[in-house]
Structure formats: structure tokens, C-alpha cells
């Protein structure tokens, strides 16, 4: 095959399944949250340094850019546990069908919402 | 490796347009992928208005009245016509599938028609396969098996008959392959689809004797676990097959021998 020969486009032009969406968003929440761990270990290391270490990173959290983290770690880690499960199935042979996989898809979706603003109303109750 | 931009040569220009002259007042238009080999151009996108009341009801109908009334020069691949040989695989829609099973009545709006995604192309819509050829025969797609007297039937009960239903149906157009991310970043490693269900029709076969050799020959980094269960394979399957099954099947059967 000659090299001038184009590419055909991939995936400027192929449609988004709730499947790929899914497993995509995997991905990155498990980037995301393996850079967030790396951050408390930081965190719990500061505070052996010393109080005002603690109430520097406090100050942070009270903020409204803090609480967005807070949030969207929280988010992060309940859609990779929702999307771990539905793979732990996939590695026993369940939930193949086309049909199941949707509806599991939209289960992780919708689900790591739901399980955020329960997770944020739990910890209301103890942290802030 | 993952390039999401395509190479400067693959860049995709605007090309004609196609006025309609038949005056239907059925109009729709049709977006087509084009790159000729012979002038050394970018690929381009052309337009053809298409009178829909004397068109079929299928994309490939369309695209033959596009090549019959309107401009011969394009090319793709086609021959039965109805879903058997896999030759008219393409990218409806934004979804991979035949052209001949699938209804332009079910695409709204514009109807825009590539190339299957990440090939090589040849010219228009034709890919070239040879790279998935070339891994489907290194799965070694035939059987294997030392019993000398082939005077006989070679009998296999209902129940290991049963299992080769959703694998053997499959008529190798790539749909499935091409619509795989994974195989879009690693084509030249990764297997893809197609071969993996393949290779787990060889391996599941009640009749082959090589299971063990198969299994090994298939269990590697790249080769296998590249399926990270994206499911595209599954989605753009027009035979209704769910090669990401036979990939997890795989899978669980090296987990559990």
C-alpha cells in the first residue's frame, strides 16, 4: 500500500454508544482517582507538619472551587465502583446482550449521580 | 497508538455539489466520502440531491442510482445485496454496517456515507482489508484434526453443535473490527473482533483437537486483551452476533484452565 493513501475518518465521525461513553468515562475516573489518592496521601503527610498545614487545606475545601472537587471526586469514585462491578459481571459472562449492557450502561450513569448526592448528604451529617 | 487527529493528507475538503435535475419534489441529500488515487488531492466530501420517489428503500440502492444516474465515477464494493457476502460494509451514519440491509428510510436528515473507519482507502469507499486478512489467517481458520479415516461423517451432538450458533453466522465484512477504538490505535497488534469470534469458533469446536494450542496462541497482551469491552463490535454487528461475548468467552476460558 502506497503511503499517500488517506485514512479513512474513525472518531470524528463515529457515532457515541452508551457502551463507549461508559467505558470511556472508566478510564478517565480512574486516572482521576488515582491522582486524587496521591493527593490525601500528600495531605496526610502535611499534616505532620503541623496545625496550620491542616487549616490551609481546610480553608481550601470551605471554598466554592474546594467543594467542587470534593464533589466531583465523589462523583469519580462512585461511577468507577457502579462501572467495576458491571465489569465484574462482564468477567463472569453476564450481561453480553446488547439490551442488558444498555440498561446496565444507564445504570452506572445515572446511578453514580444518585450515589454522590447520597454519599454528600452522609458526609453533611459528619464533616461540615 | 492513540491519534485522534487524522494525518495531514487525510484532512477531509468539501467537494461538488450535486444539483438534482429530475425537479422531484422528494428531495434528500447524500454525503458521500471521496478520494480519488489519481490526482494526489485530499479526500472530499461530495453531495448528490437524490430524488426519492423512484429509489429502493435501501442505502445501496441509493448509492447504485447515485452511480447510475447521476455520476459513475464512484466506487465501493457490493455483490449480493442482501446481508450474505459482506462486501457493501460501510459507515452509515455515523455506524458501521451494510449497505444493503440497511434502510436510508431509518437515517434522518442528511444521509452521510464513509468509508469503514481507520483503513487504508483505496478509492471512495473502498478500505483496505489486508492487514485483517492477513490476522485472520494467522488464527489458522480451518480444522484441525489427526483422525485419518475421512470415509466417515465426523459426528458432534446437538449440544456442541449448539455452541457454534452466533459464530459461525459471521461473513467476515469488518464491520465489527472497524468500529473497535482499541483496533483503531492498535490494528497492526490487536486482532480485533472479527478474528477474536473467529478463533473462538476454532477453540470451541467440538471437533478440533488443537483447543490447548489455540488458546495459548491467542493469550496475549496485545493480541487479546486489548478488548476493554467497549461493546462497539457488538452495537455495529448487522448479523446480530456479539463478538465481545466470544472475547470475554476467551477470557474466561484462560482464567479457568
Known amino acids: 500500500m502506497k503511503d499517500n493513501n488517506p485514512l479513512s475518518p474513525h472518531i470524528q465521525i463515529y457515532n457515541w454508544h452508551i457502551s463507549s461513553l461508559v467505558s470511556i468515562c472508566h478510564r478517565i475516573t480512574g486516572i482521576i482517582n488515582i491522582a486524587i489518592i496521591t493527593l490525601i496521601c500528600f495531605w496526610v503527610a502535611l499534616l505532620l507538619l503541623g496545625n496550620s498545614n491542616y487549616e490551609l487545606i481546610q480553608n481550601f475545601f470551605g471554598t466554592f472551587f474546594g467543594k467542587f472537587i470534593i464533589i466531583g471526586t465523589v462523583w469519580s469514585f462512585s461511577f468507577q465502583i457502579l462501572s467495576e462491578i458491571r465489569h465484574l459481571f462482564w468477567d463472569l459472562g453476564l450481561g ?16 453514580s449521580f444518585i450515589l454522590t448526592i447520597f454519599i454528600f448528604i452522609l458526609g453533611k451529617g459528619f464533616v461540615l | 497508538m492513540v491519534q485522534i487527529n487524522l494525518p495531514q493528507n487525510s484532512k477531509v475538503e468539501k467537494g461538488e455539489y450535486y444539483k438534482d435535475k429530475t425537479g422531484s419534489k ?4 447524500v454525503n458521500i466520502y471521496r478520494w480519488d488515487p489519481s490526482n494526489g488531492k485530499n479526500p472530499r466530501i461530495d453531495t448528490y440531491e437524490v430524488d426519492m420517489d423512484n429509489c429502493p428503500s435501501k442505502v445501496l440502492d441509493l448509492l447504485n442510482k447515485i452511480k447510475n444516474e447521476i455520476d459513475p465515477s464512484i466506487a465501493y464494493r457490493r455483490s449480493c445485496a442482501h446481508g450474505v457476502c459482506g462486501s457493501c460494509a460501510m459507515n452509515m451514519d455515523g455506524k458501521n454496517g451494510l449497505a444493503c440491509t440497511k434502510p436510508h428510510a431509518e437515517i434522518k436528515g442528511e444521509i452521510n456515507i464513509y468509508p469503514l473507519p481507520h483503513l487504508k482507502v483505496q478509492k471512495d469507499l473502498i478500505g483496505d482489508l489486508n492487514t485483517l486478512y492477513k490476522q485472520y489467517h494467522s488464527v489458522e481458520p480451518w480444522l484441525k484434526n489427526s483422525k485419518k479415516n475421512n470415509d466417515k461423517e465426523n459426528l458432534q451432538s446437538i449440544e456442541d453443535r449448539s455452541k457454534l450458533d452466533g459464530l459461525y453466522e459471521c461473513i467476515m465484512c469488518a464491520c465489527c473490527s472497524t468500529s473497535c477504538p482499541s483496533y483503531w490505535w492498535n490494528g497492526d497488534k490487536y486482532l480485533g473482533p472479527a478474528v477474536l469470534l473467529q478463533a473462538y469458533r476454532w477453540i470451541i469446536d467440538s ?3 488443537e483447543r490447548k494450542e489455540r488458546l495459548k496462541k491467542v493469550a496475549d497482551e496485545l493480541k487479546l ?10 452495537n455495529a454487528c448487522p448479523k446480530g452476533l456479539n463478538p465481545a461475548k466470544a472475547i470475554a ?9
Open chain 2, 225 to 234: 486483551y486489548r478488548c476493554h469491552t467497549i461493546m462497539n463490535c457488538t
Open chain 2, 26 to 29: 422528494n428531495i434528500r441529500k
Open chain 2, 207 to 209: 471437533r478440533d483437537e
Open chain 2, 249 to 257: 468467552s476467551i477470557k474466561k476460558m484462560l482464567a479457568t484452565s
Open chain 1, 96 to 111: 453480553f446482550e446488547l439490551k442488558t449492557s444498555n440498561i446496565t450502561g444507564l445504570i452506572v450513569i445515572f446511578g
